[in-house]
């Protein structure tokens, strides 16, 4: 074990010989808030990892971020970690790197910095993590030869004739460690590539060159198997009938220097480890398996091995490296009008014509009144038309079934009439109706997706280091000089 000094004076230290336990303790935002405490009070963690965010989150928070220029972030986290307060007094090498920065990485990290100050651990180093946050930055990337085309079109964003939302880069773990060499406890990101946030720990700890690809790869493998929580452990899993999920432990990635590891989860939680779960979400989401990529490294999977080596522990290793791509993933949203919803319980005999009567007459009336949409969806659930295709067709006649309608257009008003025509069906269609005395549907703004790239070159990342309190100070400063 080697202990360096921060720039704050905080002893960083390192385990170059040694394996690194690596908990993660959220797959998504809205995931369970009391996982992460409960996996480092049952499991001693060099380093709880946190991830919060994918595209429809992005979206969410940069219409959060709209409504409040405040918020935008991962708001779970700050729950989370009051929640952690007393680990993170009585484990003193514990470290947290997490995105919850979201859309708003400084709000974050001043709401987490007043968290901390009012417990007392005022002087605990933060880093912030910045520079994903493209939006600011579009006309200037336009004028340096980036059409930010979107992957599946190949049109250029000048194509379209809509306002940009959001434009978020995936990083990849430089930052990350710049912060922890430089003594943060505690690292705060926006959008980075999830397993990124297991790498960050790895480099730190192990010294890893940036050109040192098949640990990279190793240490991106075992981000991936554990970026999703208890998906790993035994969550989604196709036995999910003969496990306790009630009390699922989350993953632990025991991460060796030469980037093999060993997944597991907590003794006496529930759930499972095995080969079985461990394949299943080492091929989630992977697309070609040669060539993952991530802006650290391009990872090749179809070498990996998967052994299982005792109850609840499970080998990995084989993964291979090679030199990380060029262009950075973007996350882009635009304004693509507003959608709303609304659904309606039809029981008794004929429910299937009364639905579908239901849908008619809503339609018929809109269009009486002078109201058509761009797009519209009518779907009779409970008749398999949820995964179409799965369900085998009895032809019996069901009691129940769930009427859902939505709509979408660019034009508010017209969405909110649509909204407007659930209730009177209540005396003016079918019988054998319910849930129309329900609040009218809330019309949402939508915000399309615009997958991208970007040039490594062209991105400015930053990071800063800061304790809570001079977090906070800093802060005040900047108020005083409005």
Known sequence: MRADVGHLGYRTTRHPNVTIRIGNGAGFLGDNLDAPRRLVESSELHYLTLEYLAELTLSILARSREKDPQAGYAQDFIEVLGSLLPALREQATLRIVTNAGGMNAPSCVRRASQLLVNAGLGDMPIGMVTGDDLLPRLESLRRAGCALAHLDTGKPLDSLHTDVVSANA???AREMVTALHRGARMVITGRVA?????????VHEFNWRWDDWHRLAGASVAGHLIECGAQ???????????????????PIAELNADATCTITKPDD?????SRETICEQLVYEIGNPAH????????????????????????????????????YKVSLTYRAGYMASGSLLVYG??????????????????????????????ELLGLGQG?????????????ELMLRIAVSDPRREAVE??????APLATAGPAGLAGYTAARGTVRPVYAYWPTLVPRHLIETRCDVKTAQQWLDAEVGTEAHR
């Not at 939680?269 to 480890?273: E, H």
């Not at 995964?387 to 009691?399: C, I, N, Q, R």
């Open 194 to 202: 999830d397993a990124s946030l297991t790498v960050a720990p790895a």
């Open 232 to 250: 790993a452990t035994g969550g989604y899993h196709s036995r999910w009938n003969s496990l306790d999920l009630a009390h699922v432990g989350y």
């Open 387 to 399: 995964v179409p295709g799965l369900a085998p067709s009895s032809g019996a006649e069901p009691s």
């Open 269 to 273: 939680s529930g759930g499972v480890v």
């Open 349 to 378: 005999p004929d429910c299937r014509a009364k639905a579908q009567a239901c849908a008619d007459i809503i339609f018929a009336r809109l269009e009486h009144a002078g109201w058509t949409y761009d797009r519209k969806n009518v």
């Open 417 to 422: 009439r649509f909204t407007r025509e659930f």
């Open 170 to 172: 995936y990083l990849g």
């Open 292 to 327: 993952y990529l991530t802006p650290d490294v391009d990872v090749d999977f179809t070498g990996v091995e998967v052994a299982e080596m005792g109850a609840n522990r499970v080998a990995v290793r084989g993964a291979r490296g090679h030199i990380a791509p060029e262009m």
